[in-house]
């Protein structure tokens, strides 16, 4: 399986600075945080009980440090990440420190809820060699025909650059979320050239997944 470094084309990651978007413009890009199921996130291997929640935040807000997650028994973490809707993902933004304990390697999974450490042995939707990212500016383009309809997301920290704990300050997503309704979807495009009014389409027969 590849695991691009490259900046640029390909499936590996590109410095999200490169496209000098505006400030306003980038936030609106990584807004899915605001279409995740908060109640329900679940963040195994927490040293701290609710901290994985707090690295789920804005983007002009991922600089702030005292909102974190770190392991606990060893260097891994799961992140189940349920939806409010319909999602897909584009790209995804992990922030960590500067030493041995920013993740190494990121792997994930769809539409697995309650995933459980047991459960990351089969393979992944998708598998990403990290550079250590101190500032939240590397994107990790997903393959978006993999990940065009996902209503839980499963983020699998397995490994770090050496340390015996891993810490995360800030997880980032960019795509798109579809509101399932009776008889309408409405489309939210968390893009940066995204106009931030939702548009609503008719939708003909939607294949729906609910979740309890």
């Not at 060893?74 to 041995?100: A, R, S």
């Not at 990351?120 to 994107?139: A, I, K, M, V």
């Not at 997301?153 to 340390?163: E, M, P, R, T, V």
């Not at 960019?174 to 009776?182: F, K």
Request: include cysteine; proline fraction near 4%.
């Amino acid at each position: 399986m590849s695991h691009g470094h490259s900046h640029g084309g390909g499936g590996g990651c590109r410095c999200a600075a490169e496209h000098e978007e505006p400030p306003e413009q980038r936030g609106l890009a990584y807004g899915l945080y605001l279409r995740i199921d908060l109640e329900r996130l679940q963040c195994l291997n927490e040293s701290r009980e609710g901290s994985g929640r707090g690295v789920f935040k804005p983007w002009e807000e991922r600089a702030d440090r005292t909102k974190f997650v770190e392991s606990d028994a060893d260097e891994e973490l799961l992140f189940n990440i349920p939806f409010t809707g319909n999602v897909k993902l584009k790209g995804i933004i992990i922030m960590g420190e500067d030493d041995d304990s920013h993740p190494s390697e990121m792997r994930l999974f769809k539409n697995i809820p309650q995933m459980s450490f047991d459960d990351t042995e089969r393979e992944p939707d998708q598998t990403f060699s990290l550079n250590r990212d101190l500032t939240g500016e590397l994107e990790y383009a997903t393959k978006i025909s993999r990940f065009s309809n996902v209503y839980h997301l499963s983020i699998h920290i397995s490994k770090n650059f050496g340390a015996d704990t891993t810490k995360v300050f800030y997880i980032g997503l960019r795509g798109e979320w579809t509101e399932m309704r009776r008889h309408e979807v409405t489309i939210c495009n968390y893009e940066a050239s995204a106009n931030p009014a939702d548009h609503k389409v008719q939708q003909v027969t939607p294949q729906t997944h609910f979740i309890s």
